[in-house]
């Protein structure tokens, strides 16, 4: 079985600085593109950034310049580095990554609980 746990949430004022981590863990062959999602109460989840292993980064308009995804392939982790936070930032940020289990031959799309970010004076 593969797991995502994602960590770094929490409550941050305007203008701050946060740093997610997404962790996968399990029986894994290997791990394709990683992404950050993210969904507000009352709204779709949408894609804040992806990264492929080999690094090409793509991240959504709403965060360009602000958000940094960076992985670390040895380690099977994926983060989300995010500064000049802003109140609609505020939502539950979800990690996403395309793994190849042990003894299976097709990537599956695996998902992490979230973790809550909170941007509020």
């Known amino acids: 079985q593969v797991q995502l746990v994602e960590s770094g949430g929490g409550l941050v004022q305007p203008g701050g600085s946060l740093r997610l981590s997404c962790a996968a863990s399990?029986?894994?062959?290997?791990?394709?593109?990683m992404r950050w999602f993210r969904q507000a109460p009352g709204k779709q989840r949408e894609l804040v950034a992806s990264?492929?292993?080999?690094?090409?980064?793509n991240y959504g308009d709403s965060v360009k310049g602000r958000f940094t995804i960076f992985r670390d392939n040895t380690k099977n982790t994926v983060s989300l580095q995010m500064n000049s936070l802003k109140p609609e930032d505020t939502a539950v940020y979800y990690c996403?990554?395309?793994?190849?289990?042990?003894?299976?031959?097709?990537?599956?799309?695996?998902w992490g609980l979230g973790t809550q970010v909170t941007v509020s004076s």
């Open positions: 399990g029986s894994i062959f290997s791990i394709s593109d």
């Open positions: 990264i492929t292993t080999g690094g090409s980064t």
């Open positions: 996403n990554a395309d793994v190849r289990p042990r003894v299976h031959n097709i990537f599956y799309a695996y």
